[in-house]
């Protein structure tokens, strides 16, 4: 096995990470798992290295190296004839090349070795190039070569070996090194030939130890579909997936904090046909409509990637994220990794800077034309350029003007040259880790992958703009939609005394919003998870199979596919919802309001209209509070304790406290922690806050008999000015009037100060005055307000207009 000191053939577990010269990076990757982290019960596939002194054996063996470098001489890199030419003519002269009897020997005698091991006289193998330069921290050339599934007999091995040397000049790994300025000979390559993992019969994907959107460092970002993992990274599925919390997923909790389904309508397995490795088939809907993972093995998968990435951070001396691929046996049930590697997108990015895209078009909702899974953040306009099934051949013809918009079905890596030129892609399926999305993301250029359609309702020369500046959900809009970038830098924030807090509504901007590092949540509402992510009426969900309507019955089994009952979904979608808020700002307080629907925005849900009354004031009528003891309602308010329950308990988010909105005597408050006891939440135990919302001119007058019951209180001036004024806000008849500087409404918050620094608790305000009037600034902190919470487009005007007042205050 040892030929002039060169090693032609490793074991996996015999390498590490300072092999890469000699092993490749992704090799490197797995020996250091198997050697390191086997003890800590992550499991990989073994298997053995074809390593670069091979390939630097077979290519002199050939004697193929002036050959090949008489052909890259001629290369223009830009033009793609030249590239395509060159490509294939270095492929023919590698994949024309026979081995050595030295190293066939030695790659036959690892093979019958491994084949043994497994007790199988030709053992299935995937076999996966691995280059010097992949996978380094300064150059993501994960992708750039080829990988065989599937592959059995002796054959087979060394003809998928042979194109994986081969595969060192495909069209886009030859762009891809021109393009980050790699010596195309200074990159060596090997072969990792490893077991197969039965997931042809089970799941498998990718997971990311980062957010991969947002850059958040507390999240384990998991996709996953049926089958051979292909299909997720090549982007011909939509997967699942999940996202678990680190911190607490440590302490011992179980925080997946988001469960998305995805169209897995396909899977590849294992072929039976002659000459095939592998097939793709349709997925049964059964299976469709339910989530491929477990939550046990979505728990046991997240720690194992936690484990990767504090082992590769202890080594490296610096914060390592890792992508990570991995895969379910379905006979064995096992769960193992097949590949690890470092993030290289956002761990290099400089997080005290913070850019916004702010999207000038008020009225833009009634331009969009397609959603998708956002990727990324920014914001790009340009023409459609339809592409569908397009040859190596027919690239070099096809018109691409740089700023174009491409979209299509699923992107080929052989696209890559044309991608360069794109200022979007947007594709039918794929996932946030697929093909599209990484290329994306290494071109910083936005991507909306898995809208379903965008191939059908797009066309060609349309002016479009894709943005991916409005949380998780990317839209194409029709037309140029104005809109403008602003930079942030959070060094030069001025340091403020009373803490500012945030507004937050999406879960899905939550860890976008995390980098603006405030001191908490003041108000997240239910209503906006129940709106948009929920979409139905909870006692819908609770009784719609008692009510005869087939229709709505299966609007409510489509929605809640996957989970037990439409109960079920319910606490867990809102659970969900509530939880990555938690975790976004965690271990800062996170205060949730209690859903406040009005009976006239409740009805317009699904359901709705056999569980709401007609109110002629709906404002001042069945909301808050009233709804959560009433029989009417009290069912579904015990869903929303439920939920809170299982993000405390179940999460670990303890830092996640509620409040009661439009409790208008401490009687009701009573009656309302009478309901919650009953659903297992209660005030105090295991340190549960209950805020109330001071929205009513009888929380001011009553706010003394209110302060015995409750945590704190948070001003919610825009209901406080209404009702202290007597005005309906929505009237444009009396909208000159409303004001919430007006001295009576100024008098109503200064009374509710004092009544809760006698009663020795806390007491904020949530909404935008304190931001857009700094004498308004000014006379909260003079009267002692804890806290100010404003949405995060107002966060940076608010911290400045604060310390300009505190300034003030202190020269006097």
Same mark, same amino acid.
């Given at each position: 096995?040892?030929?002039?000191?060169?090693?032609?053939?490793?074991?996996?577990?015999?390498?590490?990470?300072?092999?890469?010269?000699?092993?490749?990076?992704?090799?490197?990757?797995?020996?250091?798992?198997?050697?390191?982290?086997?003890?800590?019960?992550?499991?990989?596939?073994? #298997?053995?290295?074809?390593?670069?002194?091979?390939?630097?054996?077979?290519?002199?063996?050939?004697?193929?190296?002036?050959?090949?470098?008489?052909?890259?001489?001629?290369?223009?890199?830009?033009?793609?004839?030249?590239?395509?030419?060159?490509? @294939?003519?270095?492929?023919?002269?590698?994949?024309? #090349?026979?081995?050595?009897?030295?190293?066939?020997?030695?790659?036959?005698?690892?093979?019958?070795?491994?084949?043994?091991?497994?007790?199988?006289?030709?053992?299935?193998?995937?076999?996966?190039?691995?280059?010097?330069?992949?996978?380094?921290?300064?150059?993501?050339?994960?992708?750039?070569?080829?990988?065989?599934?599937?592959?059995?007999?002796?054959?087979?091995?060394?003809?998928?070996?042979?194109?994986?040397?081969?595969?060192?000049?495909?069209?886009?790994?030859?762009?891809?090194?021109?393009?980050?300025?790699?010596?195309?000979?200074?990159?060596?390559?090997?072969?990792?030939?490893?077991?197969?993992?039965?997931?042809?019969?089970?799941?498998?994907?990718?997971?990311?130890?980062?957010?991969?959107?947002?850059?958040?460092?507390?999240?384990?970002?998991?996709? #996953?579909?049926?089958?051979?993992?292909?299909?997720?990274? !090549?982007?011909?599925?939509?997967?699942?997936?999940?996202?678990?919390?680190?911190?607490?997923?440590?302490?011992?909790?179980?925080?997946?904090?988001?469960?998305?389904?995805?169209?897995?309508?396909?899977?590849?397995?294992?072929?039976?046909?002659?000459?095939?490795?592998?097939?793709?088939?349709?997925?049964?809907?059964?299976?469709?409509?339910?989530?491929?993972?477990?939550?046990?093995?979505?728990?046991?998968?997240?720690?194992?990637?936690?484990?990767?990435?504090?082992?590769?951070?202890?080594?490296?001396?610096?914060?390592?994220?890792?992508?990570?691929?991995?895969?379910?046996?379905?006979?064995?049930?096992?769960?193992?990794?097949?590949? &690890?590697?470092?993030?290289?997108?956002?761990?290099?990015?400089?997080?005290?800077?913070?850019?916004?895209?702010?999207?000038?078009?008020?009225?833009?909702?009634?331009?969009?034309?397609?959603?998708?899974?956002?990727?990324?953040?920014?914001?790009?306009?340009?023409?459609?350029?339809?592409?569908?099934?397009?040859?190596?051949?027919?690239?070099?013809?096809?018109?691409?003007?740089?700023?174009?918009?491409?979209?299509?079905?699923?992107?080929?890596?052989?696209?890559?040259?044309?991608?360069?030129?794109? &200022?979007?892609?947007?594709? =039918?399926?794929?996932?946030?880790?697929?093909?599209?999305?990484?290329?994306?993301?290494?071109?910083?250029?936005?991507?909306?992958?898995?809208?379903?359609?965008?191939?059908?309702?797009?066309?060609?020369?349309?002016?479009?703009?894709?943005?991916?500046?409005?949380?998780?959900?990317?839209?194409?809009? !029709?037309?140029?939609?104005?809109?403008?970038?602003?930079?942030?830098?959070?060094?030069?924030?001025?340091?403020?005394?009373?803490?500012?807090?945030?507004?937050?509504?999406?879960?899905?901007?939550?860890?976008?919003?995390?980098?603006?590092?405030?001191?908490?949540?003041?108000?997240?509402?239910?209503?906006?998870?129940?709106?948009?992510?929920?979409?139905?009426?909870?006692?819908?969900?609770?009784?719609?199979?008692?009510?005869?309507?087939?229709?709505?019955?299966?609007?409510?089994?489509?929605?809640?596919?996957?989970?037990?009952?439409?109960?079920?979904?319910?606490?867990?979608?809102?659970?969900?919802?509530?939880?990555?808020?938690? &975790?976004?700002?965690?271990?800062?307080?996170?205060?949730?309001?209690?859903?406040?629907?009005?009976?006239?925005?409740?009805?317009?849900?699904?359901?709705?209209?056999?569980?709401?009354?007609?109110?002629?004031?709906?404002?001042?009528?069945?909301?808050? &509070?009233?709804?959560?003891?009433?029989?009417?309602?009290?069912?579904?308010?015990?869903?929303?304790?439920?939920?809170?329950?299982?993000?405390?308990?179940?999460?670990?988010?303890?830092?996640?406290?509620?409040?009661?909105?439009?409790?208008?005597?401490?009687?009701?408050? @009573?009656?309302?922690?009478?309901?919650?006891?009953?659903?297992?939440?209660?005030?105090?135990?295991?340190?549960?806050?209950?805020?109330?919302?001071?929205?009513?001119?009888?929380?001011?007058?009553?706010?003394?008999?209110?302060?015995?019951?409750?945590?704190?209180?948070?001003?919610?001036?825009?209901?406080?000015?209404?009702?202290?004024?007597?005005?309906?806000?929505?009237?444009?008849?009396?909208?000159?009037?409303?004001?919430?500087?007006?001295?009576?409404?100024?008098?109503?918050?200064?009374?509710?100060?004092?009544?809760?620094?006698?009663?020795?608790?806390?007491?904020?305000?949530?909404?935008?005055?304190?931001?857009?009037?700094?004498?308004?600034?000014?006379?909260?902190?003079?009267?002692?307000?804890?806290?100010?919470?404003?949405?995060?487009?107002?966060?940076?005007?608010?911290? =400045?207009?604060?310390?300009?007042?505190?300034?003030?205050?202190?020269?006097?």
């Amino acid at each position: 096995m040892i030929t002039i000191g060169q090693q032609f053939i490793l074991p996996l577990e015999k390498v590490g990470i300072n092999d890469i010269d000699k092993v490749g990076g992704k090799n490197a990757s797995l020996g250091e798992m198997i050697q390191h982290l086997t003890e800590r019960g992550v499991r990989v596939p073994g #298997g053995f290295v074809v390593t670069v002194a091979a390939y630097q054996h077979f290519i002199a063996h050939n004697q193929l190296d002036s050959k090949i470098r008489a052909v890259v001489a001629n290369l223009d890199p830009e033009n793609m004839a030249s590239l395509q030419s060159c490509g @294939l003519e270095v492929r023919n002269l590698v994949e024309s #090349g026979r081995f050595s009897e030295q190293l066939t020997e030695e790659i036959l005698a690892a093979y019958a070795d491994l084949s043994k091991k497994s007790q199988q006289d030709a053992t299935d193998v995937a076999v996966r190039s691995s280059a010097t330069a992949e996978d380094l921290p300064d150059a993501s050339f994960a992708g750039q070569q080829e990988t065989y599934l599937n592959v059995n007999g002796t054959d087979d091995l060394l003809l998928t070996i042979k194109k994986c040397f081969a595969s060192l000049f495909t069209d886009r790994a030859i762009s891809y090194r021109h393009s980050f300025g790699y010596d195309h000979f200074q990159i060596g390559l090997s072969v990792c030939v490893q077991k197969m993992v039965r997931s042809d019969l089970a799941a498998s994907g990718v997971a990311f130890s980062i957010d991969t959107e947002s850059g958040f460092k507390d999240a384990v970002i998991i996709n #996953g579909s049926y089958g051979l993992g292909e299909m997720v990274v !090549q982007g011909a599925v939509s997967p699942d997936e999940f996202i678990v919390f680190k911190p607490t997923l440590l302490q011992g909790f179980a925080p997946i904090i988001e469960k998305k389904m995805g169209r897995k309508n396909q899977k590849m397995l294992y072929s039976t046909a002659p000459g095939e490795r592998v097939t793709i088939v349709p997925v049964s809907q059964e299976d469709e409509d339910q989530f491929c993972l477990s939550d046990a093995q979505i728990l046991e998968l997240a720690k194992w990637v936690v484990a990767i990435e504090a082992y590769y951070t202890g080594i490296k001396n610096h914060w390592c994220p890792m992508d990570v691929e991995w895969a379910v046996d379905g006979i064995t049930k096992e769960l193992f990794i097949v590949q &690890a590697r470092p993030e290289t997108i956002h761990s290099r990015r400089e997080a005290t800077t913070v850019r916004e895209y702010i999207i000038e078009d008020k009225g833009r909702e009634a331009k969009i034309l397609v959603r998708g899974i956002a990727v990324g953040d920014k914001i790009a306009s340009g023409k459609v350029r339809l592409l569908g099934t397009l040859s190596k051949e027919a690239i070099q013809d096809y018109v691409f003007e740089p700023g174009d918009i491409l979209v299509t079905d699923m992107t080929d890596p052989d696209w890559e040259p044309i991608m360069k030129k794109a &200022a979007a892609i947007i594709t =039918n399926k794929g996932g946030r880790t697929c093909h599209a999305a990484i290329v994306a993301r290494e071109l910083g250029v936005p991507a909306i992958v898995g809208t379903g359609n965008a191939t059908a309702l797009l066309e060609a020369g349309w002016n479009i703009t894709a943005s991916c500046a409005e949380g998780e959900v990317g839209f194409i809009y !029709q037309g140029v939609i104005p809109f403008h970038e602003e930079v942030h830098e959070l060094s030069k924030l001025p340091t403020v005394k009373t803490p500012i807090l945030l507004n937050v509504a999406s879960p899905d901007m939550a860890f976008h919003f995390a980098h603006l590092q405030p001191k908490g949540i003041g108000l997240a509402r239910e209503e906006f998870i129940i709106n948009n992510y929920i979409k139905a009426h909870p006692m819908a969900l609770l009784k719609h199979e008692q009510l005869n309507d087939a229709p709505l019955s299966q609007t409510i089994r489509l929605l809640s596919k996957g989970y037990a009952s439409g109960a079920d979904f319910f606490v867990e979608k809102l659970a969900q919802g509530i939880a990555k808020i938690g &975790a976004a700002f965690y271990p800062n307080k996170v205060i949730v309001r209690f859903s406040d629907f009005k009976s006239n925005e409740y009805y317009n849900l699904p359901g709705g209209s056999y569980f709401e009354p007609h109110e002629e004031n709906p404002m001042i009528g069945w909301r808050g &509070a009233s709804r959560y003891y009433a029989k009417e309602y009290k069912e579904a308010f015990g869903l929303e304790c439920k939920a809170i329950k299982k993000v405390r308990e179940e999460m670990g988010l303890s830092n996640v406290i509620v409040m009661v909105p439009f409790c208008r005597t401490p009687a009701e408050l @009573l009656k309302v922690y009478d309901t919650m006891k009953e659903y297992g939440l209660e005030r105090g135990k295991d340190g549960l806050e209950v805020y109330i919302m001071a929205e009513l001119p009888s929380n001011v007058m009553l706010a003394a008999a209110f302060a015995q019951h409750i945590d704190g209180f948070s001003i919610g001036s825009n209901d406080l000015t209404q009702l202290t004024l007597g005005l309906d806000r929505d009237s444009s008849l009396v909208a000159h009037l409303y004001d919430e500087r007006n001295e009576a409404v100024k008098a109503m918050i200064s009374l509710l100060i004092k009544a809760a620094k006698t009663a020795g608790i806390k007491v904020g305000i949530c909404g935008q005055g304190p931001s857009d009037f700094p004498d308004f600034a000014q006379f909260l902190v003079e009267e002692g307000i804890d806290t100010i919470s404003v949405t995060p487009d107002a966060y940076f005007k608010t911290v =400045n207009a604060i310390a300009s007042v505190e300034a003030l205050m202190a020269a006097r």
